[in-house]
Nanobody, 120 residues
Framework: QYVESGGGMVQTGGSLRLSCVAS????????MSWVRQAPGKGPEWVST????????RYLESVKGRFTISRDNAKDTLYLQMNSLEPEDTALYYC???????????????RGQGTQVTVSS
C-alpha cells in the first residue's frame, strides 16, 4: 500500500515535492520508481532509485530538473520537481520494481497517485 502526497497546481517554473509512504513490504530491498500518466496518454516512466539510494535513473526530459530520493527509515520515496513545465502535467504515482526487461523497469504494485498540474 502507498500513500502519495505533495501534488498540486503550480505555474511554469515552479516546484513541488512528492512523497510516497509505503507499507506492507520490506521497502528497503526494492528499487522504486515514479511513473506519470497524462490525460489521454499511457503511463510514462519518470525515474527509478535502487534500494539503498545509491543509483538513480531519469527520463531524459526531466534530467536536471527532477531528483528522486528515499528514506528507508521512514519507508518513504520522494520526487523533488523543479522548473516545472506544462508538459509535466500528469497523475504521478509511485511503483515497486519487480524486475527489469533490459534496462526498463517492470512494476507490480502502484499507488493511487497525486495530481500535478502546471499552468503556462
Amino acid at each position: 500500500q502507498y500513500v502519495e502526497s505533495g501534488g498540486g497546481m503550480v505555474q511554469t517554473g515552479g516546484s513541488l515535492r512528492l512523497s510516497c509512504v509505503a507499507s506492507g513490504f520490506v521497502f528497503s530491498i526494492y528499487d522504486m520508481s515514479w511513473v506519470r500518466q497524462a490525460p489521454g496518454k499511457g503511463p510514462e516512466w519518470v525515474s527509478t532509485i535502487n534500494g539503498d539510494g545509491s543509483i538513480t535513473r531519469y527520463l531524459e526530459s526531466v534530467k536536471g530538473r527532477f531528483t528522486i530520493s528515499r528514506d528507508n527509515a521512514k519507508d518513504t520515496l520522494y520526487l523533488q520537481m523543479n522548473s516545472l513545465e506544462p508538459e509535466d502535467t500528469a497523475l504521478y504515482y509511485c511503483a515497486r520494481v519487480e524486475g527489469y526487461s533490459g534496462t526498463s523497469p517492470r512494476h507490480d504494485y502502484r499507488g493511487q497517485g497525486t495530481q500535478v498540474t502546471v499552468s503556462s
